[in-house]
């Protein structure tokens, strides 16, 4: 029997192993199966070159668990190892400045291992001892089964030993604080996640049945990975339900894709895989992590982020390349000039795939848009080069559910909205609904209005507002119908001053009083047949609230109050009979309060003109301090005039009812004050 040290150039690399990789311990099963898989493809190409002449057999690498005696055993019937083989490349792990290596990567797990070439050592993470009995394929020509042996220390003992077959077993006696993993479920668990695609085929154990009610074993192989997956084939061997099929193996909760992607590419880089577009419509991260990356079919990782780029990771699916290391650390992935490429490549196989559908069938696309439409907008908000393309086949929906490309929806508004300056209006809604009676208001003007209810359509329309030349984004409800789109049309007669303000006075005080939100109230002619009272809410500042639930950084908007006009209508015969009806009512008290208004007015106009010119120096005292004081009489009279309009309001119910039906048609009226309208409307009735 030899002994001897492990050859390593650290005291004991094995706390190292243990301390560095400890969060990723699960992955020494499928480093040793990848090992096992690995002997077992080389001496298949060793028989296909003819180097190797014996029956190659069944070929299934083996796992086995054996809880009683706390052990984990993966067979292979490969290449296995002679002596030399055991000594040169287990043994003999060293390498110059490997202390300055482990301490420039101590806290990246995955580069130790892959540089290092460590996979076998990763059994460490979780077995106390580990054992290897192997016998080379050329035993025959006098190799001998050896068993090496080693507790976790740099010592290992090396002897000959009995065994009939080629090939190798390891042996992990499990330490006491990884039991989980002599948990069958946790290593079925393990190896599906980790193996389920490997080429060679891998049995854990045996396939169990019911019977006598119990589960009992059979005498089938309980094999966990399909070794020839769809994206190993080529597409024209392959059938719609065999891509679905492979979907709904990878997702089994999942919607049915809407479609996919074949990737296959040699030059410059060697990638393949499938990509699946899944119905999306929200909730972005939750469907993030669904793309499963391989390395010749070996399971690396499912967060592919700096692989893919962002918004591709909306994708499912799989992508496998060898040229992408086993173990990759993050900073390897952000800077490595292939996978660099790669990501270019997927993102152009995306657009051009898109693009394909749109161009072959339309009316698919449009179908399918709802679904596309997040995915599509984050790319093309995240990503210049995918902006560029797709804003060919990106489609516009409108409120009569018709669909337009960005260039088919121009040629459609720009002789009806454009405004005075040449700006071309695009107005949109974000609720059927709740913004019915403004969109009905924008058709009747002969208006188109978008339907852009999506998750991102704020900050597409932010960004389409700077792509697009000489073009606003206007929601429908932001404005009066007549001033979404300002051509100075001819308008009503507008009441005089003296009168607006009446009748501003008159809804101002009755408005209710709401966290958060201001109502400014205006009266303008909109016509005898337009609505008595509109409330609109200005586009920049919503937009800037919608900004900031989405966006750091912009939580100074989200805290500022919502701010609505409320729109008057002064032509309609509601509003003129409220009106009328206050001046007369309130006449006796109003007269004397506008006559001193009248007069303090005039004797300010008087002292403001006598003042006109005159630094301030130059100004008596006397002649500032009365301006002053009629400045404030003036503000006096007006109070009392808006108390005396409010004291007449308050005990009107039609004042009281056009506000809340303005409020009730934008979803702002709740609680008791939606009582006190319903009990209202029957008394009226």
Request: glycine residues 4%; negative net charge.
């Amino acid at each position: 029997m030899q002994k001897g040290n492990i050859g390593v150039t650290t005291e004991n690399i094995f706390p190292i192993i243990k301390k560095f990789l400890y969060s990723d311990h699960e992955i020494f099963l499928r480093e040793l199966v990848s090992n096992a898989v690995d002997a077992t493809q080389k001496l298949k190409t060793l028989a296909a070159t003819g180097d190797f002449k014996g029956e190659l057999g069944d070929l299934t690498v083996r796992v086995k668990v054996d809880k009683e005696n706390g052990t984990i055993t993966i067979s292979d019937r490969g290449l296995g190892m002679t002596a030399e083989e055991i000594d040169k490349y287990i043994n003999q792990i060293a390498f110059s400045g490997a202390n300055d290596f482990l301490e420039k990567y101590k806290d990246d797990a995955n580069a130790i291992i892959g540089h290092f070439g460590l996979g076998f050592y990763s059994a460490f993470m979780v077995a106390k001892t580990v054992d290897i009995v192997t016998l080379s394929y050329s035993y025959k020509e006098g190799a001998k089964a050896v068993k090496w042996s080693c507790d976790g220390s740099p010592e290992f003992t090396l002897e000959e030993t009995e065994r009939s077959d080629r090939g190798t077993d390891i042996i992990l006696h499990v330490d006491e604080d990884c039991k989980e993993f002599l948990e069958e479920s946790r290593l079925q668990g393990l190896l599906t996640k980790y193996c389920h695609f490997l080429a060679v085929p891998v049995a854990f154990g045996k396939k169990k049945e019911w019977k006598d009610g119990k589960q009992v074993e059979t005498d089938e192989d309980n094999l966990i990975n399909d070794t020839c997956p769809i994206w190993t084939k080529k597409p024209s061997d392959l059938k719609e339900e065999d891509y679905k099929k492979f979907y709904r193996d990878l997702y089994p909760m999942a919607d049915e894709p809407l479609f996919w992607i074949h990737l296959n590419v040699d030059y410059p880089f060697n990638l393949t895989g499938v990509l699946y577009f899944p119905k999306i419509k929200s909730n972005i991260d939750l469907q993030r992590n669904k793309i499963q990356l391989y390395c010749n079919q070996v399971y690396v990782t499912d967060s592919v982020e700096g692989i893919v780029p962002d918004f591709l990771t909306l994708l499912h699916g799989v992508i496998d390349s060898p040229d992408i290391p086993l173990n990759v650390s993050r900073s390897y992935l952000q800077s490595d000039s292939n996978v660099k490429k790669i990501s270019t490549y997927i993102t152009k196989k995306v657009s051009d795939r898109l693009q394909s559908i749109f161009k072959n069938d339309r009316k698919e696309f449009e179908e399918k848009w709802d679904d596309l439409k997040i995915f599509i907008n984050y790319g093309m908000l995240t990503q210049e080069d995918f902006y560029e393309k797709a804003s060919k086949f990106a489609l516009f929906k409108d409120t009569d559910n018709k669909y337009y490309t960005f260039e088919e929806y121009q040629t459609l508004i720009k002789d009806n909205q454009t405004d005075k300056n040449g700006s071309l209006i695009y107005l949109y809604a974000n609720n059927l609904d709740e913004q019915y009676t403004y969109i009905d208001a924008a058709k009747n003007k002969g208006y188109n209005v978008l339907l852009m209810d999506g998750q991102l359509d704020v900050p597409m329309i932010n960004m389409l507002e700077q792509k697009f030349e000489k073009s606003h984004f206007t929601r429908v409800d932001s404005d009066i119908v007549d001033r979404l789109i300002v051509k100075e049309d001819q308008k009503g007669e507008e009441l005089p001053h003296d009168k607006q303000e009446v009748l501003s006075s008159l809804f101002k005080g009755q408005m209710p009083k709401v966290k958060k939100t201001e109502f400014h109230v205006e009266a303008h002619a909109l016509g005898e047949n337009n609505a008595p009272i509109v409330i609109t809410q200005a586009e920049y500042m919503r937009r800037m609230k919608d900004m900031a639930s989405i966006q750091p950084g912009m939580s100074f908007y989200g805290e500022m109050p919502d701010m609505f006009n409320l729109v008057l209508n002064s032509d309609h015969r509601l509003i003129k009979q409220v009106l009328s009806d206050a001046e007369t009512a309130c006449a006796e008290k109003l007269v004397p309060v506008e006559s001193e208004i009248a007069m303090l007015t005039l004797r300010r106009n008087e002292l403001q003109k006598a003042q006109e010119g005159k630094k301030d120096e130059e100004i008596p005292t006397a002649e500032k301090d009365e301006l002053s004081d009629v400045e404030k009489k003036i503000e006096a009279q007006k109070t009392e005039k808006e108390n005396i309009l409010n004291g007449y309001a308050a005990g009107n119910k039609v004042v009281h009812q056009l506000i809340d039906l303005a409020l009730l048609q934008n979803n702002m009226l709740k609680g008791e004050a939606l009582t006190n309208f319903v009990k209202r409307s029957v008394e009226m009735i």
